[in-house]
């Protein structure tokens, strides 16, 4: 293999294919970057079993010349000691040749570091999935960085029920639902999608730890497109030079539906950073006790946010509403999880509906149906 | 008391006196910060005993009305959750009311916080110190924050020998020498500067975590001028409303002058950046390696700088200099500590002087005879 290739483009594409390099990986090949020269490019792959990234540089892109390849092959270099050397290399373009040996010399203007090479047939295959024979959804790409980022908070990061640490994905009829929770709270984002087979059902659970680095991925052109390909066993995203494997979960995603109240008691219409902003400022003093509970009390025209640890003191907030209508109510509630949930919500302002401070609440965006975050109280009033 | 201050000077005045706060002291009152409300404006002060700082507001400033006092007095509180609490009130002017009993009102806005307050009488006093009994040296704030940061950075960190933590400071004949050490090497900065008394001659001590923070408070606005004001066992900062005091290392600092050689055998003048880059592209296949050590060797019209490690491989890289004097030399070195010393050196061009490959050798900036940064090598060729 012998190639030279523009320091910028290896650059960034060593940055995605990183995103899956785990340095805690008990496969010793998968601590490298396989690098593929062929003739129509470079690709570089970085995985850690449970996430496959590959990216591709073509030989030219917008009459710019990427990459010149002199003699095709492939390689696996350690990951960190090759992005870390590719970052500070002192030239535009970069020369890389492999010898039989699998010696790699790189070369950057005067420097010239010479690696030892992995086996690139020790590199495991990724799955080859093929357009054709799978369900294909396409999906814009800032409105996937919006669907990941309202609802992958939600996942449970513990281990008892390895399913709700995934986010599941449900699509039909044109719609995509996307469903997570900790049992603690829930997250849910309905969209219209574009399916080539609008007859077609498909029900997968994504991993939450894939997801948050595919968010990372995406850049912000909002131009693009992302084609999701769904097979028995893996999803892959595709978007420009990217595709990116995931595992899916396997088993059964619980029923939520029947977690979410379909009556009110109480609703109240108010601004979603006034509420928001006021249960930071309760939290302060919250912190320090265990669960970093706040408590919310109806009045008149306003909402009262409050909180007090014996230590420090107490702070009291009345937060002005649009509407108020229903029951009286008192309600405790962690402002960690309340906090998450609206920090997420772009709308100004949002509907909530208690019913009763036993009963889990429900935070809905004011203007959009397809959003929708619960949080489930705690027992203090 | 009882008062209202601007938000932004408030915050502002928290950020300083926090850097002195820290949450490790066994004395719990110096977990706060206290707060004096006198007729001429506000002082906040924070401290951990080795470093106090204290940050004044004025009623008003620049034709701006920063304090109104309706009430004089003082009142200590929790430095975290009063930091965190100013920082995150809802509107630009914050009322602050401490009863009888230290329980302190916090207002602003909708937003009530209630806190309570620790004794004020219980918080140790800060040394009074005369500037009419005292060495005073005038200094520019921008020179201040360069000669920090051109030699806190090689003190020592064990406590071994406690001396070896702090930077010697020399004053004498209108002349401030900086001198610091961790006995593997040495960074020393000597510029000219104002003294009340010329005849005087100072010498402390100074911990390099005191010049650590006192470099973090100090702001670019480079028209200013620190005083600085020396007693037995305190230095005072002083700086427009900030007063940084710092306790003074006893003991007797190592004669350093015998350490730096005064001959070369080698001497190489080049790029300060194009030797620098090149040390951390080498030491990117050292660092696995104790030591983290890198190679140079002379050339006709070069240095080569190189590096290797028997898992990874190896690197070389000639660097162009403008002029070779001398012996030929192999010598080995840390490449983290050359680093160190290189990237605090602004001028682009630097001369170093060897004296054989077992002897620290010396770098200095050409074009100025202050700064010299000595470094020791390691045996390995």
């Given at each position: 293999m012998k190639m030279t290739v523009t320091k910028d483009k290896l650059v960034e594409s060593v940055n995605h294919v990183m995103k899956a390099v785990s340095s805690r990986t008990t496969i010793p090949i998968l601590t490298g970057i396989k690098i593929t020269a062929s003739l129509d490019g470079v690709t570089l792959t970085g995985s850690d079993s449970?996430?496959?990234?590959?990216?591709?540089?073509?030989?030219?892109?917008?009459?710019?010349?990427?990459?010149?390849?002199?003699?095709?092959?492939?390689?696996?270099?350690?990951a960190k000691v090759f992005s870390d050397i590719v970052?500070?290399?002192?030239?535009?373009?970069?020369?890389?040749?492999?010898?039989?040996?699998?010696?790699?010399?790189?070369?950057?203007?005067?420097?010239?570091?010479t690696l030892n090479g992995l086996d690139p047939e020790e590199y495991p295959l990724l799955p080859v999935i093929d357009e054709e024979d799978n369900n294909i959804v396409t999906i814009k790409k800032?409105?996937?960085?919006?669907?990941?980022?309202?609802?992958?908070?939600?996942?449970?990061?513990?281990?008892?029920?390895?399913?709700?640490?995934?986010?599941?994905?449900?699509?039909?009829?044109?719609?995509?639902?996307?469903?997570?929770?900790?049992?603690?709270?829930?997250?849910?984002?309905?969209?219209?999608?574009?399916?080539?087979?609008?007859?077609n059902y498909q029900n997968i659970v994504i991993p939450g730890k894939s997801l948050n680095e595919l968010y990372k991925i995406l850049d912000d052109n909002?131009?693009?497109?992302?084609?999701?390909?769904?097979?028995?066993?893996?999803?892959?995203?595709?978007?420009?030079?990217?595709?990116?494997?995931?595992?899916?979960?396997?088993?059964?995603?619980?029923?939520?539906?029947?977690?979410?109240?379909?009556?009110?008691?109480?609703?109240?219409?108010?601004?979603?950073?006034?509420?928001?902003?006021?249960i930071e400022r309760a939290s302060l003093l919250a912190k320090e006790e265990r669960n970093n509970v706040v408590k919310l009390r109806t009045h008149e025209n306003s909402v009262e946010i409050l909180s007090?640890?014996?230590?420090?003191?107490?702070?009291?907030?009345?937060?002005?509403?649009?509407?108020i209508e229903g029951e009286d109510l008192k309600i405790s509630f962690s402002a960690k999880l309340t906090m998450e949930a609206?920090?997420?919500?772009?709308?100004?302002?949002?509907?909530?509906?208690?019913?009763?401070?036993m009963r889990p609440f429900v935070i809905r965006p004011v203007g959009d149906d397809g959003i929708l975050m619960l949080v489930l109280p705690v027992r203090t009033f």
């Open positions: 449970d996430v496959s990234i590959k990216s591709f540089i073509p030989l030219s892109e917008n009459d710019q010349q990427n990459v010149t390849i002199e003699k095709t092959g492939q390689i696996v270099l350690q970052r500070k290399l002192p030239s535009d373009t970069i020369e890389i040749e492999v010898d039989q040996r699998l010696i790699t010399k790189i070369t950057a203007g005067s420097s010239e570091f800032d409105l996937l960085k919006h669907v990941i980022r309202q609802t992958v908070y939600a996942v449970s990061t513990s281990e008892t029920r390895p399913i709700l640490t995934g986010v599941k994905w449900d699509i039909q009829n044109g719609k995509l639902d996307c469903v997570s929770t900790d049992s603690h709270r829930l997250a849910q984002r309905v969209l219209p999608i574009t399916t080539d087979d609008e007859t909002s131009e693009e497109s992302v084609r999701v390909i769904i097979t028995n066993n893996q999803v892959l995203f595709k978007v420009k030079n990217i595709d990116f494997f995931s595992r899916l979960l396997d088993g059964n995603y619980p029923d939520t539906n029947r977690l979410i109240p379909t009556d009110s008691k109480t609703t109240i219409t108010l601004s979603t950073k006034g509420l928001l902003h006021a007090q640890s014996a230590e420090l003191g107490r702070v009291y907030e009345d937060v002005p509403v649009e509407k609206l920090s997420r919500i772009d709308a100004q302002t949002i509907q909530i509906n208690f019913t009763g401070a």
